[in-house]
Nanobody, 124 residues
Framework: QVQLVESGGGGVQAGGSLRLSCAVS????????MGWFRQTPGKEREFVAA????????DYADPVKGRFTISRDNAKNTVYLQMNSLKPEDTAVYYC?????????????????WGQGTQVTVSS
């Protein structure tokens, strides 16, 4: 049973930073591409960032490009999302996802395993 557990969410003022972590267990983490998505009430889950199995290649949604950084530590079975220069519109529940492929994807349907989500609230 593959499990993903996010941590690091919370409240921050606009312009601040947060670092999300996602610990993965129960599967071959170093063969999975990993992604972060976010969702606000009444909206579909949207792609934020993704990283390939090795960490060599990343992909970002335009609204977060230049502010967020995704990375992974295969020795720790953990993926991170460093979020800087946060804006109120970044407020959402953030989800970590694992894909049983080595390469990134942007559609949520392309991911096989999901965490429970962590709330990020950015106040103005």
């Amino acid at each position: 049973q593959v499990q993903l557990v996010e941590s690091g969410g919370g409240g921050v003022q606009a312009g601040g930073s947060l670092r999300l972590s996602c610990a993965v267990s129960g599967g071959p983490f170093n063969t999975y591409a990993m992604g972060w998505f976010r969702q606000t009430p009444g909206k579909e889950r949207e792609f934020v960032a993704a990283v390939t199995w090795s960490g060599a290649s990343t992909d970002y949604a335009d609204p977060v490009k230049g502010r967020f950084t995704i990375s992974r530590d295969n020795a720790k079975n953990t993926v991170y999302l460093q979020m800087n220069s946060l804006k109120p519109e970044d407020t959402a529940v953030y989800y970590c996802a694992a894909r049983r492929q080595r390469w990134t994807a942007r559609r949520s349907v392309d991911y096989d395993y999901w965490g429970q989500g962590t709330q990020v609230t950015v106040s103005s």
